[in-house]
């Protein structure tokens, strides 16, 4: 049980810093798209 619940952790936290990676590139990509498009 402990070690399900210590994968299912590592699980998670790998989840959030790929969703967190995600978002803050996303956010650079969309304001360099921005300043990129914009006359």
């Known amino acids: 049980m402990r070690i399900t ?3 299912r952790g590592i699980h998670n936290a790998w989840h959030f ?3 967190f990676k995600f978002s803050v590139y996303g956010t650079m990509l969309q ?3 921005e300043a990129l498009f914009t006359p």
């Open 31 to 33: 304001v360099w798209v």
């Open 5 to 7: 619940n210590n994968l």
């Open 17 to 19: 810093c790929f969703y």
